[in-house]
């Protein structure tokens, strides 16, 4: 059987590179992730054979479980699936065995594993390995890289000859300038070590984005650059910058949240009856229990019409307030959205505040529908879901704010800011709260997520 790859230039330098630990960055799609999966075939081709057999034993790492078996898996898979038996046990371990043209059989064992916390970290404590990839390597801590590389050549052990080619290697999306990659690869780089860079995918002008002829891997992505092009409508500028242009993020503490939010998402809209539905969606902090009231039109467009702030309140009163505010608007249905912790106490066949807000509502007449998942996003991600509304990479805006009827919606985006030495924490305040309400609502509908590239598969 042929597999038929062919490394791309900024690929082609990192597979020749020497360094005990290497990295490549690159934009979302470019064929990161099949470079590293060669790595670790080249590095098995290149063992030593002892008595016929070329014996490795390689680690491969991802930030989280679902991740690593969809993902980074499915990629290993995709190119050496006739080769390899995966073992879904603990850990999961592939079991890749090929025999080669000179008669030596490549034998090589791989630890399939999850790290993304501290105390994960205790689970590469015993291993011996020839050879590690962290795949994603920023979404993981530094802590993971030091271990790493005290992990790898140790097998074979010295006495059959050692590890042929021993070393750590990564592949990640660009990051934030306070990331650890960005001080190791930028700053305070080992001599030892090298970091290559992939070209943007785009280039961007003063009247948007053009294909980048140097971009790497477009002839196998499906669409070519389109596969890029299409993804800038409902993205924030950021998230081009870090994920398609391969720029570093920026970390400044005095950054607003939503640095783009301005009078241009002013409108003096008010509530649409007409429109059918009632948008509820709700940040469930007691100083002050925050709510928002919005509306969606057919365009996508999403107006912040009304508000509920109650001080030293409960989700009860909140819903008592609705129902009275909106008491001759009965024929919409009310969408119901906000923090999951709202749900607590259900397990144990408590009353929710959400099953309260939803009793109290049907009691009193309105359809209800409930929107609120089981947990909550991670921070970053509802804040670019928000900003993507707010106005996307495009300078495309799709929300919109009644300064009048939403002052604190108003306040909260024009002044929430991060708090010092963070890129996503955001700093304590009375309108925080509710613009984290207005984020459960747009990471439900307008979730930002990193589409990942479908590659040519001459396997297949």
Partial sequence: MIIDYTAEPTIA??????????????????????????????????QKPLNGKRQTRGAIVRNTYPELKT???????????????????????????MVLPDKTVCETEIYFLALDKLKDIKKLKSLELSWLWMNEAIEMPQAVLNMA???VNRHPKKKDGGATYPGVFMDTNSCDIDNWWYTLSEEEKPETWEFFDQPPALLKTKTGYLPNPEAEN?????????????????????????FILNQYGSSDPGNLVYGDYSKANHTDKVFDSGLR??????????TPLSSAILQRDTQDN???????????AIAKQTA?????????????????YGDSSGHVGEKHGHKSDYIEIEQILKKAGFRVRMKVPRGNPAIK???????????DALGIRSFFVNPKKCKYVDKGLSTLQLKKGSTFQEEDSEYQHITTALRYFTDVEFPIKTRRATAFNPMG
């Fill in 71 to 97: 993902t980074t898996i499915k990629t290993w898979l995709d190119w050496f699936e006739p080769f390899t038996r995966i073992v879904y046990g603990a850990p999961i371990t592939g079991y890749f065995r």
């Fill in 381 to 391: 991600d509802g804040q670019n879901s928000l900003r993507a509304k707010i106005v």
């Fill in 302 to 312: 999403i107006y912040a019409v009304d508000e509920i702030v109650l001080k030293s």
């Fill in 320 to 336: 008592f307030e609705f129902c009275e505010r909106y008491k001759d608007h009965k024929d919409c249905v009310v969408l119901v």
């Fill in 149 to 151: 590389t005290g992990r």
């Fill in 277 to 286: 539905h009632i948008i509820w969606t709700h940040d469930f902090n007691f």
């Fill in 218 to 242: 477009i002839d196998n992505l499906s669409g070519g650059y389109d596969y890029y092009l299409n993804q800038l409508p409902g993205k924030p500028k950021e998230w081009v910058k870090v």
């Fill in 13 to 46: 330098n990192f597979h020749n590179s020497k360094a005990f630990v290497k990295g490549v960055r690159g934009p979302i799609g470019s064929g990161k992730s099949v470079a590293c999966c060669f790595e670790g075939f080249k590095r098995s081709l290149l």
